[in-house]
T-cell receptor
Framework: GAVVSQHPSRVICKSGTSVKIECRSLDFQATTMFWYRQFPKQSLMLMAT?????????EQGVEKDKFLINHASLTLSTLTVTSAHPEDSSFYIC????????????FGPGTRLTVL | GENVEQHPSTLSVQEGDSAVIKCTYS??????FPWYKQELGKRPQLIID?????GEKKDQRIAVTLNKTAKHFSLHITETQPEDSAVYFCAASIRSDYKLSFGAGTTVTVRA
């Protein structure tokens, strides 16, 4: 089956620093990747849709200058949380869609971000 | 945009009994409805999905039904086991853009 990896799995940083999270599709080419944020005991909230070779599309209320997304290749998308603050602490999950028209998304294992 | 509502938020069942979770969606253009199981700190795992051209789908102890007219779909778990305890999310998607809109989740606890 399709495998998506995410790195790092856990990161702790100081307030004001930037953190980069990588999402890779290991055995397929993903023209579209998605970034979600999940707070404790809540659902997954879509932050942005990342398309290879073009600018990401952000959901309403998500600051594009704070959450920088780059989808430089068909197997890699990165999310950079700039000037992180404690309220950015969350579980960040990426997913990738195969260009088969079947809609199924394959999720990465998630990254637990803690901002001190 | 799509709005997915999910009920109940928590569900406690005795081992061996059935569990039912219900979701409604708002966008009639949605045509893909997956269900995910998520354990604490882990990624969501697809357990079953259904497309709009099908009314029901079953995979061993898990079944999903879809009523397009009423815009609701349900997850049925029969003969529940303790390992079924987790948070379950429904979602809806339009084929053209792949975006998933998630329900709020249901915490299922199976009592031994």
């Amino acid at each position: 089956g399709a495998v998506v990896s995410q790195h790092p799995s856990r990161v702790i940083c100081k307030s004001g620093t930037s953190v980069k999270i990588e999402c890779r599709s290991l055995d397929f080419q993903a023209t579209t990747m998605f970034w979600y944020r999940q707070f404790p005991k809540q659902s997954l909230m879509l932050m942005a849709t990342s398309n290879e070779g073009s600018k990401a599309t952000y959901e309403q209320g998500v600051e594009k200058d704070k959450f920088l997304i780059n989808h430089a290749s068909l197997t890699l998308s990165t999310l950079t949380v700039t000037s992180a603050h404690p309220e950015d602490s969350s579980f960040y999950i990426c997913s990738a869609a195969q260009p088969t028209g079947h809609n199924e998304q394959f999720f990465g294992p998630g990254t637990r971000l803690t901002v001190l | 945009g799509e709005n997915v509502e999910q009920h109940p938020s928590t569900l406690s069942v005795q081992e061996g009994d059935s569990a039912v979770i219900k979701c409604t969606y708002s966008d009639s253009a949605s045509n893909y409805f997956p269900w995910y199981k998520q354990e604490l700190g882990k990624r969501p795992q697809l357990i079953i999905d259904i497309r709009s051209n099908v009314g029901e789908k079953k995979d061993q102890r898990i079944a999903v039904t879809l009523n397009k007219t009423a815009k609701h779909f349900s997850l049925h778990i029969t003969e529940t086991q303790p390992e079924d305890s987790a948070v379950y999310f429904c979602a809806a998607s339009i084929r053209s853009d792949y975006k998933l809109s998630f329900g709020a989740g249901t915490t299922v606890t199976v009592r031994a």
